[in-house]
């Protein structure tokens, strides 16, 4: 089994590089299935990408893309520290996602065959 950490780094909707990291976990997930195991980590404006009640006028929903994942049993986690900082701590989260720390991205990072940055 192929273990993939993938880090976050760009908000959702300013430019597609969030979109395009989730669209590639994703397709991993279906075209690979149980030869893959993903963890997902989201650090600065990434955060954002977790949150639950997104609804853009136009373009892809990113939190559709985070429960999908989700979903097909990729763990999800957003920095705490970002999320403090953008003090959006207490906002609902989407599904399956949940609040991480560096420890916790650390040990990913340990865990993980490759990381995946975007």
């Not at 916790?104 to 865990?111: E, R």
Request: aromatic share 8%; glycine share 8%.
């Amino acid at each position: 089994m192929q273990k993939l950490l993938f880090i976050l780094n760009e908000s959702p909707y300013g430019t597609e590089k969030t979109f395009n990291g989730l669209r590639l976990a994703i397709n991993l997930q279906e075209e690979y299935g149980q030869q893959v195991q993903i963890k997902l980590f989201c650090f600065s404006d990434a955060v954002l990408t977790g949150l639950a009640g997104q609804s853009p006028k136009e373009g892809n929903n990113i939190q559709q893309l985070i429960e999908i994942l989700t979903a097909q049993g990729a763990e999800v986690k957003l920095c705490t520290t970002c999320t403090n900082a953008r003090a959006i701590s207490q906002l609902p989260l989407a599904q399956g996602v949940s609040l991480g720390t560096l420890d916790d991205v650390a040990s990913w990072t340990l865990w993980a065959d490759k990381v995946i940055n975007f």
